[in-house]
């Protein structure tokens, strides 16, 4: 099984921080972009922030300055700490990653994009 898998979110203040962790596990070769998407009740899934194997980032205006993407390329993990945070910042969190897996058949090597299963982050005014 290759699969990504969440955790941190939570209720918290407005002001206050939640650090979301999304690890890769499975037969994975590589995994290229990742990134952190947010479906706010009612909208559209949007992308909040993405990091590249080589550590380059980029993020959603609504977001810049107050998170902070990484990874940790060893381990096939990847992070996101949400500081100052804000009631409009609420919503369903899934992480997102492009992979190459080992298949038993060939080609050997195929990609896959994989999906979190969703972390609810709830901010309170």
């Known amino acids: 099984q290759v699969q990504l898998v969440e955790s941190g979110g939570g209720l918290v203040q407005a002001g206050g921080s939640l650090r979301l962790s999304c690890a890769a596990s499975?037969?994975?070769?590589?995994?290229?972009?990742m990134g952190w998407y947010r479906q706010a009740p009612g909208k559209q899934r949007d992308l909040v922030a993405f990091i590249t194997p080589g550590g380059s980032t980029n993020y959603a205006d609504s977001v810049k300055g107050r998170f902070t993407i990484s990874r940790d390329n060893a381990k096939n993990t990847m992070w996101l700490q949400m500081n100052s945070l804000k009631p409009e910042d609420t919503g369903v969190y899934f992480c997102?990653?492009?992979?190459?897996?080992?298949?038993?058949?060939?080609?050997?090597?195929?990609?896959?994009?994989?999906w979190g299963q969703g972390t609810l982050v709830t901010v309170s005014s």
């Open positions: 499975g037969s994975i070769f590589s995994i290229g972009d």
């Open positions: 997102n990653a492009q992979t190459v897996y080992r298949s038993d058949t060939y080609p050997r090597y195929r990609p896959l994009e994989l």
